[in-house]
């Protein structure tokens, strides 16, 4: 979504425009398109929502544990589950998908919401120093909190925004 993104308020603005852009992107979707699948694959739009959420609900912990100072809980998946392989990463998809596939299409959407609600929040509650300085808590490896952020934002626009405006394309008027 254009250049680097840099302070406090650079943030809570981008945040801004990202929940903004991704109601857009739900709303072109429409209702009658949540359970229609080929968003991703066999995927379905309300999966893809349900994947993002279960990724970004890391992203909400990190953040609500900088806010407080502390270290962020376990990942919400189960420990025998790694993101630092591929097959890992696959596993905690399916994990994921499992846990979301027969949710209704209004709880999933409105979990992102509070989602959304609940990171800029957290960035409110971050002071700016906390945010943008990269080492400030150790188990980010170095990066600053705002990289939680980037890697959430990233995930959507990089890995699945084109396969779903593909997919939208496709769809009849």
Avoid: C
Avoid at 122 to 145: M, N, S
């Amino acid at each position: 979504m254009g250049a680097a993104t840099t302070g406090k308020a650079g943030w809570l603005d981008r945040m801004r425009r990202e929940q903004e852009s991704w109601q857009a992107l739900v709303s072109e979707v429409g209702d009658a398109g949540l359970d229609r699948s080929g968003a991703a694959g066999d995927w379905t739009f309300k999966d893809v929502v349900g994947h993002l959420n279960g990724w970004r609900e890391r992203t909400v912990d990190r953040l609500e544990a900088a806010a407080r100072d502390a270290a962020p809980p376990p990942s919400p998946w189960p420990d025998d589950l790694s993101d630092e392989t591929d097959e890992g990463v696959e596993a905690i998809n399916r994990w994921i998908y499992e846990r979301n596939r027969d949710r209704p299409a209004a709880d999933i959407l409105a979990e992102s919401r509070e989602q959304f609600r609940r990171m800029r929040a957290a960035v409110e509650a971050v002071p700016e120093d906390d945010l943008v300085t990269p080492g400030r808590f150790p188990w980010l490896g170095g990066e600053p909190l705002s990289a939680v952020l980037e890697g959430s934002f990233g995930h959507l626009h990089e890995e699945h925004e084109p396969a779903i405006r593909a997919w939208l394309a496709d769809q009849p008027r």
